[in-house]
Structures are given as C-alpha cells and as structure tokens.
C-alpha cells in the first residue's frame, strides 16, 4: 500500500502563479523527499528533509514538514511553463537504513504559460 | 559516468511469454533498486540490492517475479508468464548506499505491455 497520499491529484495554473502540492503520509518517518517525473519516466530528485526540520529551500522550491500531523507540502514559486510534470513525495516509512522509498500517488502540475 | 540506463526502453510481448528487463546503474553505486508505476499511479517498490544480495524482496507480486544482480553491477528483473496486470513502467534507482539519505538516480524505465 502506499504510504503517502497527495493532493491535489491534479493543479493547472498560469505561469508565474506559485503551485503548492500536500502530501500526507501514515507511518514515522526519517526523512521525506520529493521527486519530479517528466512524461512518465524516469524520475528527478528535487529535495530531502529531514523528520527534525520544518521547512527547507532549494531555488524556487520549498518544502514544509509538519511530523505532528504527518504532512508536507512543496511549493514552487513563479511558475514556469518548464514545471509541467507529476511531482511525487515519498518517504522511508521509518524503515532502518535500507534506502527503500514509499512514493505518493502524485500531483500532476500543468503550467500554462 | 552516465546516468542510470535501462533496456529495453519498450517491450511488447504476449501473454504468457516471459521478459527480462535490465538495469545498468551508476558505476560506484552500491544500492540498486527496481520499482514499478502502473498507469497514472504512483510508483512502487519491488526489490533492492545492496552489493549482489536483496534483503529486501517484499514488493515483488509473485513468484512469477525475481530478480538478480551480478557482480554488483548490472540487474536483471524477470517476469515469467506475463499476465495483462503487469503492464506497467519498471523503474530502476541506483544510489551511492542504501542508506536513507542516499538519493536515488532513476533511469528512463523500461514500459512494459503485455498483450
């Protein structure tokens, strides 16, 4: 089963309007990480935070974590045409170090310019 | 050198027929491993090496699935007796380790239909 559940499914915006994605997930974590995917394929890591942290930034990325109520969300200020893809959270589902991620179903992003 | 790279990139087989699917990681990169992402789904895990050895082979959906690794380098993931069900995209990650903050390279997939 996956871990982490995503919402929404489905955002479409203008470009340079900032996207903002959830992700919940149901197990103690170590880490959650968010990934990029392109006309589904292979996948590009964005950014890692750690369970002890709460928000971190990568250029126009940012990521919150709130292990309270076991969520995250990213978000991606302005917007570009070139953000359009699926975005994926996924997490260590607290698992001892195995490197083995449980990834969200994915939101897929539409930038329309 | 290069990213992480899988063959075939497609495969159109029947059902019934068994494939074989292959995974070349980053050199170095001691931690493979395979997931998989069936239409507009989010992916999921299958099996991972450390080294050539898989403690971890809890995806897999049945023993019509396995896979192995040679050498600590390159996989193989074979499915016997495709069923339609298995359709799907088979995405392999390599990282330097399988620790949890080693991030995962993932190569273009391998798309899978069976007919």
């Known amino acids: 089963s996956q871990q982490g559940e995503e919402d929404p499914q489905a955002l479409s915006i203008q470009e340079g309007e900032n996207a903002t994605m959830n992700c919940s997930y149901k197990?103690?974590?170590?880490?959650l990480q968010w990934y990029r995917q392109n006309s589904g394929r292979g996948l590009v890591h964005l950014i890692l935070?750690?369970?002890?942290?709460r928000e971190k930034h990568s250029g126009r990325l940012r990521v919150t974590l709130d292990t309270s109520k076991k969520s995250s969300s990213l978000l991606i200020t302005a917007s570009r045409a070139a953000d359009t893809a699926s975005y994926f959270c996924?997490?260590?589902?607290?698992?001892?170090?195995?490197?083995?991620?449980?990834f969200g179903q994915g939101t897929t992003l539409q930038v329309k310019p | 050198g290069a990213g992480v790279s899988q063959s075939p990139s497609n495969k159109v087989t029947e059902k019934g027929k068994d494939v074989e699917l292959r995974c070349d990681p980053i050199?170095?990169?001691?931690?493979l491993y395979w997931y998989r992402q069936s239409l507009g789904q989010g992916l999921e895990f299958l099996i991972y090496?450390?080294?050539?050895?898989?403690?971890?082979k809890s995806g897999l959906p049945s023993d019509r699935f396995s896979a192995e690794r040679t050498g600590g380098s390159v996989s193989t993931l074979t499915i016997q007796r495709t069923q339609q069900e298995d359709s799907a995209v088979y995405l392999c990650?390599?990282?330097?380790?399988?620790?949890?903050?080693?991030?995962?390279?993932f190569g273009p997939g391998t798309r899978l239909t069976v007919l």
């Open positions: 996924a997490t260590d589902a607290g698992s001892s170090n195995t490197g083995k991620l449980i």
């Open positions: 090496f450390q080294g050539n050895s898989a403690p971890d």
């Open positions: 197990t103690s974590i170590n880490n």
């Open positions: 990650a390599s990282s330097r380790q399988a620790l949890i903050e080693d991030t995962q390279y």
């Open positions: 935070i750690r369970s002890n942290e």
């Open positions: 050199s170095g990169h001691t931690a």
